[in-house]
């Protein structure tokens, strides 16, 4: 869905990341050009092309009421890797997404990965019912931007240069 949205907002997908075979189809049905890496923790980033956006869930189970809340204690706790990739990728902006447990499993972890690498940092609830959805279901969104963004380019003039490079077909681009 991360994907599919920031396609509709104009921008290109580069690269995708997806562990589990079922949603790694699903995926290249839908985007059978984009390079689809296998395990987070195996990528090397130096050889993935860098990318205007980092977006991207990562796995809920540790933090999740569903599980066993385990946290760092879980296998598939897998933040330090997605901070590895915003910390070697170095995009503009980040946009994570994860459950309610985030908050007191892990959501000040995550902050002060983020703003230690540089980004200044909000977070937002969004229950699926604010989307017309017939539930609940809050989700956590973590959204990251490199400090003195407004200042290298201008927020404005950033959107601006996104929209002339939609026009032209060149589009940003998203790492999901």
Same mark, same amino acid.
């Given at each position: 869905g991360f994907d599919l949205g920031f396609e509709r907002a104009g921008f290109r997908v580069e690269w995708q990341v997806e562990i589990d075979d079922y949603c790694r189809r %699903? *995926?290249?049905? +839908?985007? /059978?050009?984009? =390079?689809? +890496?296998?395990? %987070?923790?195996a990528i090397d980033w130096q050889f993935v092309p860098r990318v205007d956006v980092v977006v991207g869930g990562f796995p809920c189970q540790p933090f999740s009421v569903a599980g066993h809340q385990r946290g760092e204690g879980d296998d598939r706790y897998l933040w330090p890797e997605v901070a590895r990739c915003v910390a070697e990728v170095r /995009?503009?902006?980040? !946009?994570? $997404?994860? !459950? =309610?447990?985030?908050?007191?499993?892990? *959501?000040?972890? !995550? *902050?002060?990965?983020? $703003?230690? *690498?540089?980004? $200044?940092?909000?977070?937002l609830v %969004? =229950?699926?019912?604010?989307?017309?959805? =017939?539930?609940?279901?809050?989700?956590?969104?973590i959204v990251a931007h490199a400090e003195g963004l407004t200042e290298r380019t201008g927020l404005r003039s950033d959107i601006q240069t996104k929209e002339r490079r939609r026009r032209s077909g060149d589009g940003g681009r998203t790492g999901g």
């Open positions: %699903i *995926l290249g049905k +839908h985007w /059978p050009t984009v =390079p689809c +890496h296998y395990d %987070i923790r /995009p503009d902006w980040g !946009v994570f $997404e994860n !459950v =309610p447990g985030l908050v007191t499993m892990g *959501l000040d972890q !995550v *902050l002060s990965d983020l $703003e230690s *690498l540089g980004y $200044e940092v909000t977070t %969004i =229950p699926a019912c604010a989307v017309d959805a =017939p539930h609940r279901r809050d989700r956590v969104w």
